[in-house]
């Protein structure tokens, strides 16, 4: 089985039902089928090669772009729009795509023409007319469906393979663990070049028979009127948005009320977010686990786990197992290690990285995630830190996340991000940022003395900087290396 076989057979099962509502218009599913032909017809035109960029806003229109590029027999390759100019030609470079699909109006906003030989914008294709009829092309279920690069927070992006194979085996591991039904409504706010919008808000939806709303930009107080619009029951999103979602003074817990899973990924979710979220809104937020290797979810926790804190268990057929980073050993219950993955969710590899490739797995055929995590007599994980950003203060290891949960729970504080600093007595220490909640001011001695009130000494940060704004990349996600250039000149 392939995606465009799969997506046909959900659309022809339900031609009429509408999968999909973004901010023009909605879709039916014989709406995305003709659609997809269009598109098919269209890329067959012009190009011969396996691989076909797509710069779209999250939308309905990107679900119809990515079901014509798979029944094409193509692979494809959503792209980041949030990139700089440089990045995203090298990753049109290094996919080695020579055609992009695009919203002209999304091309016009990020104010420069990618370097590729030819762009197919949506704007100009007749929709409206009768496409050529056809059948998917074949594809091994071990062929590729997409190209997902990452979001280069260590260096250039990589671009990840993940098979037909893949993506089908996460949407039905979710759809089993989560038990997604057709009446169930999804609030699409992630974008879809990511692989949490991709599985969990586009093919789930599609493969499924259930609908998406989605909105191409995320104004907190507008996703509040969609919710009370479209009374979804399910939302992904990453904890910054659920923190955003608190500043709407209006938002009550009735508006709320429709929802039957409120999910957060990316990174982890802040004890604080979580806490007020739920005393404000009576809803509690569950975290979620994965990575685009994985395509992306491994782990959720559900409401009635009542484990906050944890990611909750595997997904059926995920395979999990802490080792020790150093030679491998699986690690007893409850003891930090490495988490390491196998299951056929799991990727084929980085394009044109056959070394890394080779190195991002064990001997065992395990993917190594990077994660610190340890995992409970009951299967519950988790995630404790990033290995490459431990630092070893004095001897004893320090992730960042701990302090960072501690500063946001200052009242004052709206984000922070920390890293360590080379130090001559201790090896290494702790560096805080700090981004405050608007109209806040703060003394730093308060902060420190917060954070000594709450953490061991050693975890104490040595310095606290406040910065207008912490550096995230197009996920959300707090990029801790971009804060190193920070760290000079050094401040008492």
């Known amino acids: 089985m392939n995606l465009g076989f799969a997506l046909t057979k959900s659309f022809l099962k339900n031609p009429l039902r509408t999968f999909m509502v973004d901010d023009t218009r909605s879709y039916r599913g014989i709406d995305l089928m003709v659609a997809g032909m269009h598109i098919a017809d269209t890329v067959d035109a012009k190009t011969s090669l396996p691989r076909v960029g797509m710069l779209i806003p999250t939308s309905g229109v990107f679900a119809a772009a990515a079901y014509g590029v798979w029944i094409g027999g193509r692979t494809a390759v959503p792209m980041n729009y949030l990139l700089d100019e440089k990045t995203l030609n090298y990753v049109i470079k290094d996919c080695g795509c020579d055609l992009i699909i695009a919203s002209r109006k999304l091309i016009e906003h990020i104010g420069f023409i990618p370097k590729v030989k030819t762009i197919v914008y949506l704007e100009d294709i007749d929709f409206k007319s009768l496409p050529s009829p056809r059948l998917p092309k074949f594809a091994a279920t071990n062929d590729l469906a997409v190209v997902l690069y990452t979001s280069g927070t260590s260096g250039k992006p990589k671009g990840v393979m993940l098979s037909h ?253 920390v890293i360590g600093q080379t130090d001559s007595m201790r090896g290494e220490v702790p560096i805080g940022f700090i981004e405050l909640e608007e109209d806040q001011t703060v003394d730093l001695g308060e902060i420190k003395q917060w954070c000594r009130d709450r953490l061991p000494g050693y975890k104490v940060p040595k310095r606290i900087e406040i910065i207008d704004a912490l550096p995230r990349n197009g996920t959300g996600k707090i990029m801790r290396r971009a804060l190193s250039p920070k760290l000079e000149p050094a401040k008492a």
């Open 165 to 417: 194979g893949n993506l089908l085996s996460n949407a039905s591991q979710l759809h089993e663990h989560i038990h997604v039904g057709k009446s169930d409504v999804f609030l699409g706010i992630l974008p879809q070049f990511h692989s949490f919008g991709l599985t969990g808000l586009t093919l789930m939806p599609m493969l499924f028979g259930c609908k998406a709303v989605y909105t191409a930009r995320f104004v907190p107080k507008k996703i509040v009127g969609l919710i009370k619009k479209h009374r979804p029951s399910i939302y992904l999103a990453i904890p910054s948005m659920y923190n955003a979602m608190l500043t709407v003074k209006d938002a009550t817990a009735e508006d709320f009320a429709s929802f039957r899973l409120l999910i957060s990924g990316g990174e982890p979710l802040p004890e604080d977010v979580r806490t007020r979220f739920a005393d404000r809104f009576n809803q509690p937020i569950v975290e979620a686990y994965g990575l685009t290797e994985t395509a992306p979810g491994t782990n959720v926790l559900l409401p009635s786990d009542d484990r906050a804190g944890t990611v909750g268990r595997a997904l059926p057929g995920v395979d999990l197992r802490i080792v020790n980073p150093a030679n491998g050993q699986v690690l007893p219950h409850s003891t930090d290690g490495e988490l390491r993955i196998k299951g056929p969710n799991v990727m084929q590899g980085y394009l044109g990285l056959e070394e890394e490739t080779r190195e991002a797995f064990d001997a065992n055929g395990y993917f190594k995630t990077g994660d610190m995590a340890q995992i409970d007599a009951d299967g519950f994980l988790k995630i404790t830190g990033r290995i490459k950003e431990m630092m070893i203060v004095g001897g004893e290891n320090v992730f960042p996340r701990e302090i960072e949960e501690i500063l946001n729970a200052h009242p004052a504080v709206h984000d922070s991000g």
